[in-house]
Structure formats: structure tokens, C-alpha cells
């Protein structure tokens, strides 16, 4: 009978404005990435191919570091439509090699860029991650 109560036990009350901002980001990451699994397992997430541009120079051209995010059904119609200009949201699902504190489950902002891939805003990036690293600049002509 002790255990059943344990188990049936409602959790004490969770004051996420109480923890330091490292601590809350952990916390907001790891519940969307809980979030995205149990979303994908229902079948309501599907995948694109999402670019994290190096700068802004790279955004605006659909440059940068190719990502998969998981997305639901409004975000994957609006890839497949080509749409412009429009914004979503979507799950990263691989973590990232520009931005190594960008990891797998972030919950992350995404652009329609038209016939070019989508891509996160480096200014989202910047602000959550500081600038890129790991990356190579392009030689002349490959932007």
C-alpha cells in the first residue's frame, strides 16, 4: 500500500521562474524534447531539411549547416508549397555541429525561403547561441 500511494502521489508545485536561466533553458529543452518524442510517436511530426546559416549573408542566401526538425502537418504543407516568408516552429532532430550548444529537441524557429531550403534566422541563432563556429568560410562563388 505505500508504494500505491507514492506512485498515485501528486508532485509538488514546480516554480520554473525559480531556477537560474541556465537551469530554466535545460529544463524548457529537455520537456521539448519529451514533447517532440511523444509527438513523433503519434505520428503528428514529420521531417524537413532545415539550413542554420553562418551569418546573415548565409540566411538570406539558404546557406549553412543542413539540419532535419520535425515539424507538424502545417509547417510540412507549407515546405512542400514552397512558401515564402511565412514562420514555424519546429523540433531540431540532430544536434548541431556550427552552433554545439544547439542540440537535438530545441525547439527552433523556421523560415520559408520559396524553392530554396528553409532556414532558421541567424539573428535567433546569435541571440540563443552566440556566433557560429566550426564552420569553414566559403571560397569565393560557392554563396
Avoid at 530554396?116 to 569565393?140: C, D, H, K, M
Wanted: glycine content about 6%; charged content about 25%; cysteine-free.
Amino acid at each position: 500500500m505505500p508504494n500505491e500511494q507514492k506512485a498515485n502521489a501528486t508532485p509538488p508545485a514546480f516554480d520554473l521562474d525559480k531556477l537560474t536561466a541556465e537551469n530554466r533553458k535545460k529544463f524548457i529543452n529537455k520537456y521539448n524534447e519529451l514533447l517532440m518524442l511523444q509527438e513523433y510517436e503519434a505520428g503528428k511530426l514529420e521531417h524537413i531539411k532545415v539550413n542554420l546559416p553562418f551569418n546573415e549573408d548565409a540566411e538570406s542566401k539558404s546557406a549553412g549547416e543542413g539540419v532535419f526538425v520535425l515539424v507538424y502537418p502545417d509547417a510540412k504543407a507549407a515546405y512542400d508549397a514552397d512558401e515564402t516568408g511565412t514562420t514555424y516552429e519546429g523540433f531540431l532532430d540532430n544536434d548541431s555541429y556550427y552552433y554545439p550548444e544547439l542540440k537535438h529537441g530545441v525547439k527552433i524557429p523556421i523560415k520559408m525561403q520559396g524553392e530554396t531550403r528553409p532556414v532558421v534566422p541567424y539573428n535567433w541563432l546569435f541571440e540563443n547561441y552566440g556566433a557560429a563556429v566550426n564552420w569553414q568560410a566559403p571560397s569565393e562563388g560557392e554563396l
